[in-house]
């Protein structure tokens, strides 16, 4: 059951921590959590990461398990969701759920057969899966706010357990083993789908066409199936005819209606990959960002009990989102993608209860009466009691024509052992004039054919350290290019030819290199924070010491906002730092919150308005009731 008071989470305790204060007669009650609150949690997310192989489809992989997509729920497991749903009969042909619907409830079959198709295309109408006695009716849209992807219809007189949302939500924090079954389930299902041909919508436009790639990139990393097609000869023809303007990209929903330049946002808005936030309600914590930093700190909170939004401008996974293998994260021997990672991590944050407006920039951030008002992108507004950032930090890029078709698979921003496998014996170019440069320049000279090392400058000596300098003069391995810079970049499949110019003499250099290190600094995301928290002279957010509001590494100058991962100054940039900055901050926002109840504001009927008058109640427990317990 709910924490009657946050009315969240079955691991919250904060009314029976109310009510054993209350029975020991002090007033003051801790929002803290013990360990009875983070021993089921913990069990739940190790049970989550035993199915190791189950991430959500990224490019060809993984092959779809039906053992793991249809796995029936036992009798005794259908015997405690009778609490959550009530039964419901239909006859033949009835429809459970549709295509494009929101919101779907969930429904258990206990007799009879449900039949799920792919909404009718020119192919037909196709039945994908079959459900059956005690089966889970139902995919990936179940958790999420997404359209449902599919149909659903009933074979046959049959009978069902029907669970609202809301109910779901409830099951899905109190009954461990059964959510991690439809948590697991309901991915698979959708790796399933992602590998049906009419799936999802179609994206028709340009492959070397800019706007496209970004559509793309976007339902990549967010999971979403598609599949991409070239205009045809007709439907470029008729482009043309229009006044020359391309139509082009153009998103065919599945419900067959076409839309000609969809923006990103309006289309997250559409497939319901975005969730609005509720104007209504104060979020206990905003988090901003869902790279590893915030998810991880989505995942603390709503699993320990707060309510939470992650505001996210792009896609989960942020950098780490787009590292195809990530080598040096604790835990998976072969590496992880990315990607895979992030939805994963996404999937653990929503079966918490976490609400994701991804898509949606934050642009304004100001604090007013101790509640933080964000504005996102759009005019937007949210409100929570207090801020997490975690909008981390992009590498500087160069401004050449194909750079991002390369990015991954060519250009890469940190020379690893991972990185110099691809280096062997091969010519590579370094980009930059500091140290991390230089260290990148001697440590694949070790390794490469040769290493082409480009600076703008005429010398290092004003940004590399002196003994850098002095080795990389001495390899004879290294050649220092100053003055020049790339001019282009070339390949099919991935990147074979680089040209740069030396801007003294004007000549362009091209040779066989198929890997470029840029290594010219990142650049914090904190230009929404301007004004309103301290930053260090290159944008990075300064936290702790003598300028946070409070005395831990994550605060910020800020009264309630907090700071974590490769935004915050002085942060080691590296995933599994980000996550553990994302993990440990939570515990800070609990004690703010629990040391600032009294003078933040709290809305009737809220969780903390219910705490403050509890607390007050409790205080005037009789003394002796105490001792008696005592
Ligand atoms: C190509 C590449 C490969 C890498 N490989 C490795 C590796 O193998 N191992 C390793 O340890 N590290 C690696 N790193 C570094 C690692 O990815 C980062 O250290 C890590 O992702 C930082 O996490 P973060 O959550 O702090 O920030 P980020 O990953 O930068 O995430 C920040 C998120 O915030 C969002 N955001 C920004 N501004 C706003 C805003 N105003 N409103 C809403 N959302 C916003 C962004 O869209 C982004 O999704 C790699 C980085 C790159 C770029």
């Given amino acids: 059951m709910a924490c009657r008071l946050c009315q969240i989470s079955a691991y919250c305790d904060r009314s029976r921590t109310l009510d054993a204060r209350a029975r020991f007669g002090t007033n003051r009650i801790e929002l803290r959590f013990g360990e009875e609150h983070l021993s089921p949690t913990v069990k739940e997310i190790g049970a989550m990461t035993v199915r190791d192989e189950s991430p959500l489809k990224i490019a060809n992989d993984p092959e779809f398990r039906p053992d793991l997509a249809f796995t029936p729920l036992t009798e005794a497991m259908v015997e405690r969701l009778r609490t959550y749903g009530k039964e419901e009969s239909y006859p033949t042909d009835s429809p459970l759920f549709t295509h494009g619907d929101r919101g779907v409830d969930m429904f258990v079959i206990l007799q009879g057969e449900v039949d799920v198709s792919l909404p009718p295309s020119v192919a037909g109408c196709k039945t994908i899966w079959k459900h059956r006695r005690f089966a889970v009716a139902g995919e990936l849209n179940l958790l999420t ?220 951030s100001e604090e007013i009466d101790g509640i933080h008002q964000l504005t996102l992108a759009g005019g937007i507004p949210v409100r929570a009691r207090s801020v997490v950032v975690a909008s981390g930090a992009q590498y500087r890029t160069l401004s050449v024509e194909n750079y991002r078709r390369y990015e991954n698979c060519g250009i890469y921003y940190a020379a690893t052992a991972m990185e110099s496998v691809f280096c062997r014996d091969k010519e590579v170019v370094v980009v930059g004039g500091g140290n991390s440069a230089g260290q990148a320049a001697l440590f694949l000279s070790g390794i490469a054919k040769h290493v082409h090392h480009l600076v703008r400058t005429h010398s290092l000596a004003k940004t590399m350290s002196q003994y850098l300098i002095s080795r990389i003069e001495k390899s004879p391995n290294i050649t220092l290019h100053t003055r020049s810079e790339i001019v282009a970049l070339d390949g099919d499949l991935s990147l074979d030819q680089v040209k740069w110019v030396h801007h003294g003499t004007g000549v362009i250099t091209a040779a066989p290199v198929s890997n470029v290190f840029v290594m010219i600094g990142a650049e914090p995301n904190s230009g929404w924070l301007f004004g309103s928290v301290t930053l260090d002279k290159k944008g990075f957010i300064l936290t702790g010491g003598s300028v946070g509001f409070e005395n831990t590494p994550y605060a910020t100058s800020m009264r309630g906002m907090f700071a974590v991962g490769d935004v915050r100054a002085q942060s080691v940039k590296r995933v599994a730092s980000a996550v553990g900055e994302g993990s440990v901050v939570i515990s800070d926002v609990h004690r703010y919150l629990a040391d600032h109840r009294n003078s933040l504001a709290a809305e009737r009927n809220s969780a903390l308005a219910a705490l403050r008058s509890a607390n007050a109640a409790a205080a005037h427990d009789t003394p002796d009731r105490v001792e008696g317990r005592q």
């Fill in 145 to 364: 706010t997404q359209a449902c992807l599919v149909d659903g219809k009933t074979v046959g007189d049959t009978t069902v357990l029907r669970i609202s949302r809301q109910e779901l939500q409830r099951l899905m924090r109190e009954e461990g083993d059964i959510a991690n079954l439809i948590t697991s389930a309901v991915i698979w299902r959708r790796i399933g789908i992602l590998g049906e041909e009419t799936a999802g919508v179609t994206l028709i436009g340009h492959s070397n066409d800019a706007a496209t790639r970004e559509l793309q990139r976007f339902l990549v990393r967010n999971s979403y199936p598609h599949r991409v097609a070239e205009p045809s000869s007709m439907e470029r023809a008729t482009s043309e005819v229009d006044a020359g303007l391309s139509r082009f990209p153009t998103v065919v929903l599945s419900d067959g209606r076409s839309w000609h330049k969809p923006t990103i946002s309006g289309l997250a808005d559409e497939l319901g990959i975005t969730e609005l936030p509720d104007p209504g309600r104060i979020y206990d914590v905003a988090i901003v960002g869902a790279g590893p930093s915030g998810l991880a700190a989505a995942v603390y909170a709503a699993s320990e009990g707060l309510c939470t939004i992650v505001i996210e401008g792009v896609a989960p996974g942020g950098q780490a989102g787009t590292s195809s293998k990530i080598e040096n994260y604790l835990g998976f021997p072969t590496g992880v993608s990315g990607l895979r990672l992030a939805s994963r991590a996404q999937l653990q944050a929503l079966k918490f209860g976490v609400s994701f407006a991804i898509s949606r920039e934050t642009v304004r």
